[in-house]
């Protein structure tokens, strides 16, 4: 096979490239260790509310700053449908589905996650700044999908905890 | 050991006589799949502009009467249609055609061919039916366990097994051509096809599984519960080489008829066949990128299949290089100068296949950066299932493919149907409105996408969409987008009309194919065969897939039905 000098030149380029991206991935991984999310336990969407966590979803403190947000997400609200949580504090939402595939997305954040039912969806987040945040279904559910959302309320860490 | 070339013309001497004659036999049926996906193109359409305009919040479809007021039918409408349909007859016609004509010969069996024609129109009618009577309305991924009516599994079915023997019927007729050529190698143009088809059959294998044992057995009730991460991730199987499976009837083109297209040669066929056979290997243990979100998915799987993704742009790349180099040698050789100024001496405003192919290059290259955007690990985290992939799809997908399909047309119609082309300065302002309406919606789409605006969602009746300002604009640009597309696409279908019921044209006319530019072509013979790189492309894909799919496959709950709509 003849490879033309320049082809030849702009295949190592090609590979370079590839090369380069596969390292700024493995950094992403091993050096900024960002972890996608993975395995959080599977549940019985038919019974699921009838055992904690999900039996009594809200917000629990945990720890100092350490919060975990229990919520269950069915067509189409989420609950509970407002959560406040101080500035600051290390969140855990652990969230599962009742029925279909919903998602959960908070604007502006990196919080984006699917919630699939028979899966329990964990995500972490630290809201730094007091405000409020849309909390909106990102995946089609059904035709009340544009309706599903709710509300992340962040406090100033002061009023933490009422 | 090196094979003989095939016999071919050399450039410029014209279209070899007698190639009409070849094509009449599949003329027809080919035809038949090119003008079904034209009908499909305005239907999938139609809807796409009504939800362009839905994203700055202007609500058309309470005009429409009946169930088009729906907003997720019509979503799931113009998914179906265009993402599968649409695409679907477009490229069984077309390789069809790129096999007759690179082998030289018939299809193989002309019973086969119009039975595929028969499924294919059959699922495109379940579907259609279903969608339209408003019982599917789960968009074109059908996630269970929103569980639609039988018939539309029933007709996806359909037109998967059309491909299939689509396929079928090429490898049928390359066997026959080998037995009449046994030290010939493949010609490009039928290799690269044939290649296409590998790729699809391996991938569309997940979509196989997910509609024949879990959802269409599901939806008649002869299973109680479905296996909603099993089936989703099955989707995506199959899901993402869906893209290639449109893009490399695109890159048949590009690589095997456009520089003749332009008056040039094929730079590098050795590269060109390693391009279609890396794609047969890298495809399919790449779609877990659409999952990195999902709960339940080992975080290991997910880094495999970013690196494979990462490793498709390797192929993309080296197109890059040689159809742009190939497409440069015609433009020298139409008088072009200088290092960038060659460009200019391209048929822009006088050929609209030209034109359109190389708008559609353009537009393809903003897509591969998007892509590896989408499949970067934390990137994704930002635009995951928002407007942003939207756009990046619709580059890839109604700007590349679409607008190369459009391009084929401009003679593959001609061509086919026995007319002159007509409006051809119509044709040229088509492709170009086409290429500036992808390029404007899909920049607000990116836009609104960055600014978290999720996708398929009826934005005029979200509550929240009034709270970010930074929706407006991005809103303004794809609706503004969107109607363009609509009147470019309305131009195209004129064209195409007014070319199939016009004039009779003259002289002959055959399958553009470009001829080599470094002589004598050497081709080693791993680079004519496609077997052992199927085979390589199961391994991966097995090893990349099946773990992950045996763990939901077994451990992950059942849950039951539900029709939300």
């Given at each position: 096979?003849?490879?033309?000098?320049?082809?030849?030149?702009?295949?190592?380029?090609?590979?370079?490239?590839?090369?380069?991206?596969?390292?700024?991935l493995a950094y992403s991984i091993w050096g900024l260790d960002i972890r996608l999310i993975g395995d959080a336990g599977q549940v019985d969407p038919a019974t699921v509310t009838q055992r904690p966590p999900f039996d009594q979803p809200g917000v629990y403190e945990e720890g100092p700053g350490k919060y975990r947000v229990v919520m269950v997400a069915r067509a189409w609200s989420f609950q509970p449908a407002e959560v406040r949580i101080p500035a600051g504090a290390d969140v855990t939402f652990q969230v599962t589905?009742?029925?279909?595939?919903?998602?959960?997305?908070?604007?502006?954040?990196?919080?984006?996650?699917?919630?699939?039912?028979?899966?329990?969806?964990?995500?972490?987040?630290?809201?730094?700044?007091?405000?409020?945040?849309?909390?909106?279904?990102?995946?089609?559910c059904g035709v009340g999908h544009h309706i599903m959302e709710g509300r992340i309320i962040v406090e100033p860490a002061a009023t933490a905890g009422r | 050991m090196n094979l003989q070339p095939p016999p071919v013309a050399e450039p410029?001497?014209?279209?070899?006589?007698?190639?009409?004659?070849?094509?009449?036999?599949?003329?027809?049926?080919?035809?038949?799949?090119?003008?079904?996906?034209?009908?499909?193109?305005?239907?999938?359409?139609?809807?796409?502009?009504?939800?362009?305009?839905?994203?700055?919040?202007?609500?058309?479809?309470?005009?429409?009467?009946?169930?088009?007021?729906?907003?997720?039918?019509?979503?799931?409408?113009?998914?179906?249609?265009?993402?599968?349909?649409?695409t679907g007859t477009f490229i069984?016609?077309?390789?069809?055609?790129?096999?007759?004509?690179?082998?030289?010969?018939?299809?193989?069996?002309?019973?086969?061919?119009?039975?595929?024609?028969?499924?294919?129109?059959?699922?495109?009618?379940?579907l259609l039916i279903t969608i339209f009577r408003n019982q599917a309305t789960v968009l074109f991924t059908f996630y269970a366990p929103l569980q639609a009516h039988p018939g539309f599994y029933a007709g996806l079915v359909l037109v998967a097994l059309a491909t299939w023997m689509a396929a079928l019927n090429g490898w049928v007729t390359w066997r026959a051509w080998k037995r009449d050529h046994p030290?010939?190698?493949?010609?490009?143009?039928?290799?690269?096809?044939?290649?296409?088809?590998?790729?699809?059959?391996?991938?569309?294998?997940?979509?196989?599984?997910?509609?024949?044992?879990?959802?269409?057995?599901?939806?008649?009730?002869?299973?109680?519960?479905?296996?909603?991460?099993?089936?989703?991730?099955?989707?995506?199987?199959?899901?993402?080489?869906?893209?290639?499976?449109?893009?490399?009837?695109?890159?048949?083109?590009?690589?095997?008829?456009?520089?003749?297209?332009?008056?040039?040669?094929?730079?590098?066929?050795?590269?060109?066949?390693?391009?279609?056979?890396?794609?047969?290997?890298?495809?399919?243990?790449?779609?877990l990128h659409h999952m990195y979100t999902d709960p339940g998915v080992a975080h290991g799987y997910k880094v495999l299949h970013g690196v494979m993704t990462y490793a498709v742009i390797f192929p993309s790349l080296v197109t890059a290089f040689t159809v742009v180099a190939s497409v440069e040698e015609g433009a020298r050789r139409r008088g072009g100068r200088g290092y960038i100024m060659w460009l200019l001496a391209l048929p822009w405003l006088s050929n609209p296949s030209v034109a359109g192919q190389l708008l559609g290059m353009l537009i393809f290259a903003t897509g591969g950066i998007t892509g590896l955007i989408n499949s970067s690990l934390n990137m994704n985290l930002i635009v995951h299932n928002t407007l942003w992939v939207v756009g990046h799809l619709h580059t890839q997908v109604a700007g590349a493919v679409t607008l190369t399909f459009m391009a084929i047309s401009y003679w593959l119609v001609p061509?086919?149907?026995?007319?002159?082309?007509?409006?051809?300065?119509?044709?040229?302002?088509?492709?170009?409105?086409?290429?500036?309406?992808?390029?404007?919606?899909?920049?607000?789409?990116?836009?609104?996408?960055?600014?978290?605006?999720?996708?398929?969602?009826?934005?005029?009746?979200?509550?929240?969409?009034?709270?970010?300002?930074?929706?407006?604009?991005?809103?303004?640009?794809?609706?503004?987008?969107g109607v363009i597309l609509l009147l470019s696409g309305g131009l195209f279908l004129l064209v195409m009309a007014r070319t199939a019921l016009?004039?009779?044209?003259?002289?002959?006319?055959?399958?553009?194919?470009?001829?080599?530019?470094?002589?004598?072509?050497?081709?080693?013979?791993?680079?004519?065969?496609?077997?052992?790189?199927?085979?390589?492309?199961?391994?991966?894909a097995a090893a990349a897939w099946v773990p992950s799919l045996w763990r939901m496959a077994v451990h992950y709950p059942q849950v039951t039905g539900f029709q939300l709509w």
């Open positions: 096979m003849d490879i033309d000098r320049y082809e030849r030149l702009w295949i190592v380029l090609s590979a370079a490239v590839l090369l380069a991206l596969m390292l700024v589905s009742l029925d279909v595939i919903h998602g959960f997305r908070v604007p502006y954040t990196t919080i984006n996650q699917m919630l699939v039912p028979g899966q329990v969806s964990e995500i972490q987040y630290r809201f730094t700044e007091p405000g409020e945040h849309v909390l909106l279904c990102h995946e089609y | 410029g001497t014209g279209p070899v006589p007698g190639l009409e004659e070849i094509y009449r036999a599949d003329s027809l049926h080919i035809r038949i799949m090119i003008y079904t996906s034209f009908v499909l193109l305005a239907i999938g359409g139609f809807f796409g502009t009504l939800q362009a305009l839905d994203k700055f919040q202007v609500d058309l479809y309470r005009f429409l009467p009946g169930n088009l007021q729906l907003y997720y039918t019509g979503l799931t409408a113009h998914g179906v249609v265009l993402a599968l349909l649409f069984i016609g077309f390789l069809s055609l790129a096999l007759v004509h690179g082998l030289r010969r018939p299809l193989a069996d002309r019973g086969l061919a119009w039975a595929t024609v028969a499924v294919a129109l059959t699922g495109a009618l379940a030290n010939e190698r493949t010609p490009l143009m039928a290799f690269a096809a044939l290649a296409t088809w590998a790729m699809w059959f391996l991938a569309s294998l997940g979509l196989a599984v997910a509609l024949l044992v879990y959802l269409l057995p599901w939806s008649m009730g002869q299973q109680a519960q479905v296996n909603p991460l099993l089936t989703r991730a099955l989707f995506w199987f199959t899901g993402h080489p869906l893209v290639y499976f449109w893009l490399l009837p695109a890159y048949v083109s590009w690589y095997t008829m456009l520089p003749a297209q332009v008056g040039g040669r094929l730079f590098s066929e050795s590269l060109s066949r390693l391009v279609f056979l890396l794609f047969v290997v890298l495809a399919t243990p790449t779609g061509l086919l149907s026995g007319r002159q082309l007509w409006g051809r300065r119509w044709a040229v302002l088509q492709v170009w409105s086409w290429f500036f309406g992808t390029a404007i919606m899909a920049r607000g789409m990116h836009w609104m996408g960055l600014a978290s605006t999720p996708r398929r969602t009826f934005l005029t009746h979200a509550p929240y969409a009034d709270l970010f300002g930074e929706w407006y604009w991005g809103g303004a640009l794809t609706a503004a987008g016009g004039a009779r044209r003259t002289e002959p006319m055959a399958v553009p194919e470009a001829q080599p530019l470094h002589h004598p072509v050497i081709i080693p013979r791993w680079l004519d065969r496609i077997s052992p790189w199927f085979a390589l492309g199961l391994a991966l």
